[in-house]
């Protein structure tokens, strides 16, 4: 059984459907890949697996748990984790606070008003691994604000991996790199393959079809093909869309 | 903002000690620079309201326009346990802040699932409501004139009693309060909880994604804030002897906000304390000269609004960096001075 399954998910703003019938299943330690147009759809799918919308129709599952409809707060707590295509950290936050806020330990202990989150705790030992496994290392104390767009990308992730998540979510992680930038993500995700189930939304094709073990091709609301790279290679659909080129 | 640095915070800080310091040694010199004892009262209990205050608009940043309600129903309370219970001081404060804070989780239930205009403008709206109970519901509060003639009970420890009729004692008591204040609210912003709020006041998004129950965060913060005011409003009535509806209007929530942002709430956790001292000697200095001075603060406030928004405290953090950093680059003495006054 999948790790994560999505049946028939329906989504629509007002009278426009953004999600027509969407159909997605990730196994445990796994690298997926979406691609699709811009508007697509795709972020809206990530929204609706991550809580932050309900389907109208379909359901959603992870760890054999029905999650359809729960809060992002619960999804969270279950062990899934997203990133955002526009950045959302905490401005005001010095890198490691951003990160400190989303460790687990921190997160139990939410609602303790007396104990002091200090250097040298087990927690702050997390963060700072996580800042140190995505690039960020000797940058601790800088605010999230002054961190170049790179870096900011860097940490959007590491916000997410602070939560130890089963399931990590990225969407669009490449945007607005550099090569530089990209070649060095690209290292970090083959990183984090090995000990996470991923789920990434990319436009650069090279950079997916590197990675992905699968790639599912959201157009229309749909999913209009799925497979392995070398299947997608193949495929009419991403031919004719002129994707497969580029990989 | 960035205390999650490395070193431990600790229960007592060097700013709390000039705070006392400065505040314990008034009654000895407040009259000799034309002041007189009952200011410092009032504006020790100001600032216990202005940092109960802070704590929702500076750390959590939700606007609440009406504050002055639960520093009103404090104000009640501690007067109404005074005449239809028993005159003790314990359980007059007790009564304020239980009230204060059962009100405070009563608004913050309808305005938790809010943010920016609309809360501010909700909040507006609940604190009308209850200044209007205030005024109508006469056989309760008194109406428009108030509950009079509240006593001020003796200070009780167990072994003895201290009255605290004369305004110095009452300075002393009130000054005690703070400090249990400042501790506690201290403590707190830089616990897990204040860590989460100021996460909440960032982005709001984020923080439910990373998993945290942000509704109850905000209630939360709103209900704590509720009962400071409370707290604060509990002491008034002992120092005034009275409690009144006009503490709950709209001008006297509007004063709070005021003194905190001026201060630089924002910015510090200081800036309330510093708020409301300048409000009170504006108030009497500018007051001794002109009838308007509330014009003339209404103009400041817009000054500090338009070329300092973060207020006070705001300004010294630059100007102890600017200097800082003209004596030498990073220079650790200097370094440590601009980080005196950040949360
Ligand atoms: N919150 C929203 N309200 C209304 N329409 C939305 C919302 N989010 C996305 N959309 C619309 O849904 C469509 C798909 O957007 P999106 O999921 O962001 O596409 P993609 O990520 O594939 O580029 C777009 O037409 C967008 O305008
Ligand atoms: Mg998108």
Redesign the pocket.
């Known amino acids: 059984m999948a790790l994560f399954e999505a049946r028939h998910i329906h989504k629509r703003?007002?009278d426009?459907v953004?999600?027509e019938d969407i159909s997605l299943a990730f196994q445990e330690g796994t690298m997926n890949g979406i691609m699709?147009?811009?508007?697509?759809?795709?972020?809206?799918?990530?929204?609706v697996l991550t809580g932050r919308?309900s389907p109208e129709r379909g359901s959603v599952s992870f760890a054999g748990a029905d999650i359809t409809g729960l809060k992002p707060r619960e999804i969270a707590r279950r062990g899934i984790a997203r990133s955002f295509?526009i950045m959302n950290l905490f401005d005001d936050y010095s890198a490691i606070e951003n990160v400190l806020i989303a460790v687990p330990e921190v997160r139990e202990k939410g609602f303790n008003m007396v104990q002091q989150l200090n250097g040298g705790s087990s927690a702050m030992d997390k963060a700072a691994e996580v800042l140190r496994k995505v690039g960020l290392a000797g940058r601790e104390q800088e605010n999230a604000a002054a961190l170049s767009y790179g870096e900011r990308r860097a940490l959007e992730i590491a916000v997410a991996l602070a939560a130890e998540p089963r399931l990590l979510f990225l969407?669009?992680p490449t945007s607005g790199l550099g090569a530089e930038g990209t070649a060095r993500l690209f290292d970090l995700i083959a990183e984090l393959k090995e000990s996470y189930t991923i789920v990434a939304?990319e436009h650069d094709m090279a950079f997916l079809f590197g990675l992905a073990d699968r790639i599912s091709v959201?157009h229309w609301?749909q999913v209009i093909a799925q497979g392995t790279p070398d299947e997608l290679r193949a495929n009419k659909w991403v031919q004719a869309s002129n994707l497969g080129k580029l990989a | 903002m960035q205390q999650t640095k490395a070193q431990p915070t600790f229960w007592i800080t060097r700013q709390m000690l000039v705070l006392f310091a400065v505040l314990g040694t008034m009654p000895l010199w407040a009259e000799s620079v034309g002041l007189y004892q009952y200011l410092g009262v009032e504006i020790v209990i100001w600032m216990i309201f202005a940092l109960g205050f802070n704590l929702l608009l500076g750390y959590t940043g939700l606007p609440s326009f009406g504050h002055g309600a639960f520093f009103g129903l404090g104000a009640y309370a501690f007067g109404l346990v005074q005449h239809e219970l028993a005159v003790s001081l314990w359980l007059g404060l007790l009564g304020a802040v239980a009230l204060a804070a059962a009100g405070g989780g009563l608004v913050a239930c309808f305005l938790s699932h809010r943010r920016g205009i609309y809360f501010a403008l909700m909040s507006i709206a609940f604190g009308q409501v209850f200044w209007f109970v205030a005024i109508k519901w006469h056989a309760v509060t008194g109406g428009e004139d108030g509950l009079l003639n509240i006593p001020r009970p003796a200070f009780d420890f167990g072994v003895g009693h201290l009255a605290l009729d004369n305004n110095t004692a009452l300075f002393y008591f009130v000054l005690a309060v703070l400090a249990v204040v400042i501790i506690g609210l201290w403590r707190l912003v830089h616990s897990p909880f204040g860590k989460v709020i100021q996460a909440v006041k960032q982005n709001e998004m984020r923080t439910a994604f990373v998993g945290y129950n942000v509704w109850l965060f905000k209630w939360s913060a709103f209900t704590i804030s509720a009962a400071v005011a409370g707290l604060a409003g509990g002491l008034f009535a002992m120092a005034q002897e009275s409690a009144y509806p006009d503490v709950m209007s709209l001008h006297a929530s509007g004063f709070v906000v005021m003194m905190t942002l001026i201060g630089g709430g924002f910015v510090s956790f200081w800036g309330p304390v510093i708020g409301a001292a300048v409000f009170f000697l504006a108030r009497d200095l500018l007051g001794s000269m002109t009838e308007t001075w509330l014009l003339w603060y209404g103009l400041m406030f817009m000054a500090v609004v338009v070329f300092k928004p973060e207020g006070i405290a705001g300004a010294w953090q630059d100007m102890v960096k600017r200097r800082s950093s003209g004596r030498e680059r990073g220079g650790h003495a200097g370094a440590a001075l601009a980080a005196q006054l950040k949360r």
């Open positions: 703003f007002g426009q953004v999600l699709g147009p811009n508007g697509a759809g795709k972020t809206t799918c990530f929204n919308f295509q969407d669009e939304i959201i609301g």
